[in-house]
């Protein structure tokens, strides 16, 4: 192997594009993670359904499915930070209606109940649909080197980690400390800073495509680039039955109210403990990038992730469970990470807000359906049993992919051998 140069860690870091990139990040970040614990707190406690919680999940994996493939389509040959600003300024819409149902002269959700919370989410589900592809293909248009994307990938993480941690946090604590219209308003403050962030950041023009495309053969090549490429395709499959089966995340309403008898505050911690353990690895790998045998790693993580969701579920201790959901979040950064720097690296410039699309059907909504199928596997066979078949699912699916997906087992992402 050649004599690579010394790693820098903070390279991307003096890039003031980026800076305001990653400072953007953080507080929508920051504000959807608080909007999240305060909405599933208040449709739990307004309905006593779990259910309930996985409807949410839904009413914004639907949207952001249907849309996606056009928002990868638009991210291709529209302005990347006009899409942003747009969709930025619809979640900053979305938390203010929130925001109002909570006031006092609304009495929106006492004639109608929690459906007007779901419209919202339904709306956001739209605008984050369109946001994944956007800043999915806008994010190596502030790094000027390709050798840059696993360390412009790992600080991007880091910063959605930490916002991850601090997000839920806040959000319990606001709402127990001073109710949900303080939390709701740090949301849409928190929306607004992102909106300023990103208006900062100077305008890209679109990569060169010398094969331009109308809309329908666009989404074919995009779709089909995906399915052809079997790296891509088995990193973004293992990531969408992981977090579909293995995610135990809606659920923490319950286990804080019923199972570990935490209230709210505690709420906030659980839901902010996966993030703690992601952001600690992902700092970690700034330091110390994943390269040699990154397939094998990724598979041992995703394994890793699905029996930390198995002991949760089994888990009647709370500092045990925080531990648990700490070391799932440190597996899962790692695999992130992975599965995003092949994905920058292996797609074309021009066609990454399609790549996105597709990946954001395959791994980013299916946090969101993940939600229902645990919310509707808790109804079926009770919250505990769906954490750990959950989990067990994973183990499967790792199972199942190792020996499927033979070039995934063998990746390597080491500079000189990353095309």
Known sequence: ??????????????????????????????????????????IYDMTQ????????????????????????????????????????????????????????????????????????????????????PAIFSFMPQLVPNKQLYANAITWSTTTWQAASVAGPAIGGLLYGFYGITASYMTDAVLVLLALLFFSMISRKPLPENANPQNLKESLQSGIRFVFGNQIILSAISLDLFAVLFGGAVALL???????????????????????????????????????????????WCVAGFGVCMVLFGLSRNFWFSLVLLALSGAFDSISMIIRSTLIHTLT????????????????????????????????????????????????????????????????DLTPEEAV
């Open 1 to 42: 192997m050649s004599k690579t140069r010394k790693h820098d860690p903070y390279a991307v870091l003096k890039l003031p594009d980026f800076r305001l990139y990653v400072s953007a990040r953080l507080c929508i970040t920051l504000a959807m993670q608080i909007q999240a614990v305060i909405v599933g707190w208040q």
């Open 253 to 299: 309403p319950i286990f804080a109210s019923d199972i570990l008898l935490v209230g709210p505050q505690g709420l906030g911690m659980l839901r902010a403990a996966p993030a703690v353990g992601s952001v600690l690895m992902a700092m970690l790998m700034a330091y110390y990038p994943i390269n040699v045998d990154a397939g094998k790693k990724m598979l």
């Open 49 to 132: 359904d779990p259910l309930s919680l996985g409807l949410i999940g839904l009413a914004e994996a639907i949207p952001s499915i249907v849309v996606s493939l056009y928002a990868g389509y638009v991210a291709d040959i529209v302005e990347r930070k006009r899409i942003i600003l747009v969709v930025v300024a619809v979640l900053a819409l979305c938390s203010a209606s929130l925001l109002y149902f909570t006031l006092d002269i609304s009495r929106v959700l006492l004639l109608y109940g929690a459906l007007p919370i779901y419209g919202v989410i339904f709306v956001s589900g739209i605008a984050r649909g369109f946001m994944g």
């Open 348 to 411: 074309p410039e021009y066609m990454k807000g399609r790549v996105s699309s597709v990946n954001n059907i395959f791994v980013g909504s299916s946090n969101e359906i993940g939600a229902f199928e645990s919310g509707f596997t808790a109804k079926l066979m009770g919250t505990v049993p769906a954490v750990v078949f959950g989990g067990i699912m994973t183990l499967v699916v790792v199972a199942f992919t190792s020996v499927k997906a033979d070039k995934l087992r063998v990746l």
